[in-house]
């Protein structure tokens, strides 16, 4: 079973920043929090990981608790090509991937 | 530089037939794992494979094997099918390395009659 809980839809105005939670309270010291998504009809694209610091990159932004026990994906500026299913995964060592149902983001023009 | 490709990528099949997919990873990866997406459902890891051994598996049945060939491609083979098996069949490469991001390929829909 997937170890992070994440509410089953979200919705965004185009343009607007859009902050995605995620639950993790029972994450371990080796976990790493991944965020994946998954665009209509293709297969899970990486987005973003970390351990304990915040972290950005081109496509994101992930900010992670002090206590760890949950993180938030930053869309700074949502495209009507952002709209996907977006996955929270926790990793720790070559463990494979555990996903949920993630979230299905939905954004408006 | 290529990503990762599968083949086919759609197959219809009856029950009890057998069926082969297929997986090229990402230039410079040499782990791959094969996961199955139900209809409405996240995907489900299946196996990993490196180095040519299966290294981990999912709670799967026999019925699904696998292989990796030494220029790191692999195989996903699902015996005696049944109409559950229908779904999207997911392939992921990476480098093996500690929480070294996977890379998916576009997938193989399956459908069982």
């Known amino acids: 079973d997937a170890k992070t809980t994440q509410p089953n839809s979200m919705e965004s105005n185009e343009e607007e920043p859009v902050h995605l939670p995620c639950n993790h309270s029972t994450i371990s010291g080796t976990d790493y929090i991944h965020w994946y998504r998954q665009l209509p009809s293709q297969g899970p694209e990486y987005v973003i990981h970390g351990l304990t610091s915040n972290v950005n990159n081109r496509m994101a932004s992930l900010a992670i608790a002090e206590d760890r026990k949950s993180s938030t994906l930053i869309l700074h500026r949502a495209t009507l090509r952002d709209a996907a299913v977006y996955y929270c995964?926790?990793?720790?060592?070559?463990?494979?991937?555990?996903f949920g149902k993630g979230t299905r983001l939905s954004v408006i023009a | 530089d290529a990503g990762v490709t599968q083949s086919p990528t759609h197959l219809i099949k009856t029950r009890g037939q057998q069926v082969t997919l297929r997986c090229s990873p990402k230039s410079g990866h040499d782990t791959v794992s094969w996961y199955q997406q139900a209809l409405g459902q996240g995907p489900q890891f299946i196996f990993q494979y490196y180095e040519e051994e299966e290294r981990q598996r999912g709670n799967f049945p026999d019925r699904f094997s696998g292989h990796q060939f030494p220029n790191y491609s692999s195989e996903l083979n699902v015996n005696a099918l049944l109409l559950g098996d229908s779904a999207l069949y997911l392939c992921?490469?990476?480098?093996?390395?500690?929480?070294?991001?996977?890379?998916f390929g576009p997938g193989t829909r399956l459908l069982v009659l």
């Open positions: 992921a490469s990476s480098s093996g390395l500690v929480g070294e991001t996977q890379y």
């Open positions: 995964i926790l990793q720790s060592g070559n463990t494979p991937l555990v």
